[in-house]
């Protein structure tokens, strides 16, 4: 469940992964990789996001699927056995 804080609302790990469609591996291996600069933590030290933060995440996303893609493509025509011969 969000929180709202100052008017801020602020997203928890499993939250932030469900709203952007990735893992929390994917989530804390690019927190540890530097996607994102700061991180919020609470008052437990879980890590907490703010939809500023799930741009950023989000922007890694798509950065990621455009490198990515050809790659994607040229599988998918193999496994589909155009690529024979």
């Known amino acids: ?6 008017g801020r609302t602020y997203y928890r790990t499993a939250e932030a992964c469900a709203k ?3 893992s929390r ?3 804390f291996r690019w927190l540890k990789d530097g996607v ?5 933590k609470d008052r437990r030290g879980w ?5 500023e933060d799930l741009d950023a995440i989000r ?8 490198e990515y893609m050809p790659t994607a493509k040229r599988m ?3 496994r589909h ?3 024979r011969g």
Do not use: P, S
Request: net charge negative; aromatic share 6%; no cysteine.
């Open 1 to 6: 469940m969000a929180v709202e804080i100052d």
């Open 20 to 22: 952007i469609g990735i």
């Open 25 to 27: 591996a994917t989530l």
């Open 36 to 40: 994102l600069e700061k991180r919020l």
């Open 47 to 51: 890590a907490m996001f703010t939809e």
């Open 59 to 66: 922007a890694e996303v798509k950065r990621l699927e455009v």
């Open 76 to 78: 998918a025509h193999y």
């Open 81 to 83: 056995g155009r690529g």
